[in-house]
């Protein structure tokens, strides 16, 4: 069994979410006053949680298998990126995450608005660190 090819299918899946986020669903909510915009991200943040959480998960479970499957390194590389996005996710983001999920849409103004912008810039390093993990695990291919 080819547990590279599971792990590049599944960081493709992380990264085409997060950088659906990037690209399309952040922008939209840029329209939308300081209220609607930060209970739109409410509604969709936990949603894209367990979905990105567990893709993040699996994808670094099946690149170290592949790693120790074929020996080769690149399984280690796109698994070590795979590693990062948790960090990035723990150390930046989650208390950006508990800070806006605390926050009352109807006490939301331009510092909410920042929040999610600051978030958003977080989020562009995730989507790109789930670029590098698929790159890593398609060359090790």
Known sequence: MEFGAIAL????????????????EHPARRVLLDADMLAQWQRSYPRARRMQASLVMA??????VGLLWTGKGLYLTGS????????????????LNTTLMATNADD??????ALLEKWNILHVVRAGLGILAVLSFFAAL
């Open 108 to 113: 939301a103004d331009a510092g909410t608005r």
């Open 9 to 24: 299918a599944i960081m493709a899946a992380f990264t085409g979410a997060a950088l659906y986020i990037n690209i399309v």
């Open 59 to 64: 994808g670094f479970f099946f690149g170290m």
């Open 80 to 95: 070590l990126f795979t590693l990062a996005i948790w960090v990035v996710t723990r150390k930046w983001i989650m208390p």
